[in-house]
């Protein structure tokens, strides 16, 4: 019986260091933020994106003072809380220091073993490279739009 429940113990442990390995590693930034909105936990690529040396330099500030639109960013906050919906969109995040990026977030409702909310789990991406790349594809666009209409008005007057 004790060796069944060392064995299982150390299974489990191992899962744990596996599951904490891939959230440290992951390109996604990930969060979690206790019910006042404090960051409790940060892995890297949250720290990364916002301008921080370190993901411990995050613990402790309210994760909705990290976003520009502090209205939005409260109401998707009471969203997830509240009503323990699963929020996803885009906002702008504030650097630390100074700037502005786009990124994508998706928040869920973080409980506790009993089922009670205690908080938010975040995943963040930046996306301000694909906004750029939409932004240059719209302008593309409007040009040639542009310049067909500069065609056919030239046409007319020639004919």
Known sequence: FFLR???????????????????????????????????????????????????????????????????????????????????????????NGDGEFDVQISAACNRNSDGEPVGVVFSFVDISDRKRVEEALRDAERQRVMLESLGAAKAWREA
């Open 5 to 95: 429940d060392t064995t299982v113990l150390r299974q489990e442990q191992e899962m744990l260091r596996t599951e904490h390995n891939a959230i440290q590693n992951s390109g996604n930034g990930i969060a979690i933020v206790n019910l006042s909105g404090q960051i409790e936990y940060a892995n890297p690529a949250v720290a990364a994106m916002w301008g921080y040396e370190q993901p411990d330099e995050l613990l402790g500030l309210d994760a909705r003072n990290l976003l520009t639109d502090l209205a939005a960013a409260d109401a998707m906050f009471n969203s997830v809380i509240g009503d323990h919906q699963t929020w996803a969109g885009e906002m702008k995040g504030r650097k």
